[in-house]
């Protein structure tokens, strides 16, 4: 069965870093480009960043850029979100999904359950 | 970036009848060289991980039922559930996948009238 386990949920202060982990199970892992998707409370989805199946290629929604930095390890089978300089406006559900691809140009066919980040003093 | 747009914000559909929510691209998702349009439909629960339900405008993933249905081609997509139950309660996305940033429509709740 195809899983993905999110961890690394945390309430941290403005300006602070936090490190998401995404464990995979039941795929070849370093077949697929992976994807972080954020969710802020009563929101809608919004794309956050991927990752191709090597690692070698990063994409990253503007907000972001500058502070997140997505990264995998495929020998363990895990995605990573390091979230630095962190905002209020960061505050969300962040949820692990597998791109039905080694492309970035497909959908995100596997999600996980999410990880809570809080952003607040 | 591509804006995607959805109608409505929300819907209330008698049990057995016809639930119908459209999206729309601010520019063609539609790849001529494979043919395919590079959008799909998403389902949420209350407090559960969306689920993918339709990938390429109307492919349909294993094991969704098939009174769900993805039709539309270039900007203009319609997910249509043919006969609405009580488990469809949820709140529905389109996405489009065609050039990166990948970006979601705001979503349709559909519920029980």
């Known amino acids: 069965e195809v899983q993905l386990v999110e961890s690394g949920e945390d309430l941290v202060q403005p300006g602070g870093s936090l490190r998401l982990s995404c464990a995979a199970s039941?795929?070849?892992?370093?077949?697929?480009?992976m994807s972080w998707v954020r969710q802020a409370p009563g929101r809608g989805l919004e794309w956050v960043s991927s990752i191709d199946g090597s690692g070698s290629s990063t994409y990253y929604v503007d907000s972001v850029k500058g502070r997140f930095t997505i990264s995998r390890d495929n020998s363990k089978s895990t995605l990573y979100l390091q979230m630095d300089s962190l905002r209020a406006e960061d505050s969300a559900i962040y949820y692990c999904?597998?791109?039905?691809?080694?492309?970035?140009?497909?959908?995100?066919?596997?999600w996980g359950q999410g990880t809570m980040v809080t952003v607040s003093s | 970036d591509i804006v995607v747009t959805q109608s409505p914000d929300s819907l209330a559909v008698s049990l057995g009848e016809r639930a119908t929510i459209n999206c729309k691209s601010s520019q063609s998702v539609l790849y001529s060289f494979k043919n395919k349009n590079y959008l799909a439909w998403y389902q949420q629960k209350q407090g559960q991980p969306p689920k993918l339900l339709i990938s390429w405008a109307s492919t349909r993933e294993s094991g969704v039922p098939d009174r769900f249905s993805g039709s539309g081609s270039g900007s203009d997509f319609t997910l249509t559930i043919s006969s609405l139950q009580a488990e469809d309660v949820a709140v529905y996305y389109c996405?489009?996948?065609?050039?990166?940033?990948?970006?979601f429509g705001g979503g349709t709740k559909v519920e029980i009238k």
């Open positions: 999904a597998k791109i039905d691809s080694g492309s970035f140009l497909a959908a995100f066919h596997i």
């Open positions: 039941g795929f070849t892992f370093t077949n697929y480009a």
């Open positions: 996405q489009q996948y065609y050039n990166t940033p990948p970006t």
